[in-house]
């Protein structure tokens, strides 16, 4: 029996454990929908910010290094040469000296007006860009990829399923990203499908009680208790908000 008792507690346990379980993974599910629709634009463009700057500090420091291997190699060639004039015997010991296998054949060397004629060696950016580490930027741009397709497939599945903030109205009732359904009173479920089933999801306060109170002169205080009690229970189960306009209209609005 001391053992059939061990074996139910650590049954219990582990039940407990498995439902704790469960919910955390759907909490982490909702506070995933949650943040997509806040900040999935803002990921994106993160995202595709940072790999161009990482891609342009590469390009930079690439410069930097060509630029300097381009000047010792003209030096060098000029030294051996023991003439600023250019030929065709200086730009093949200018390559001869370019330490950076990539710019052999790429780089150029011009005459410079500016300064008296003097030789000036060149390089296309398309060269620099090659020779730059580029994969840093590659992968960021991968995943920037893989994130605006990935939100893209959400946006489209959470459209079919009717979401707006994490709620959703299935078969006359409203439900969470969870698939709970949100318990509300009847007077309550008629303002929120009135309000979910307008196209701006926003009403004014004159429709609103035209349509709940048809017969009562001022429901301006019926409506404000209704709308007071609702706006827990909506933002406890979803990413929503009820919104008033000066008491003028009311909405739902994503936080």
Known sequence: MAYLGKNLKSQRRNDHYSQKMCNFASNIKLLF????QRYAVVVLFALIIASSMVSLTSYKATEELVTADMDQA??????EQQSDVISADTIQVFNSHLQIDGLRGNAVLAVDTKKGFCPRPQVSTATIFSLSDQRPSMILWSMALLWGLFCLY???RLSAL???GGLALQDGRFVNAKGCEVKLTPMQQQLMEMLWQSPSHQLSKAEICDAL???KPDASETLYTLIRRL???????SNLKIESDRGKSYGLKIK
């Open 33 to 36: 929908i949650t943040m997509k």
């Open 74 to 79: 003209l030096a060098k060639a000029l030294d």
């Open 154 to 156: 959400q946006h489209r």
């Open 162 to 164: 009717g979401l707006y």
């Open 213 to 215: 109170w048809p017969k």
């Open 231 to 237: 706006k827990p229970i909506i933002e406890e189960h």
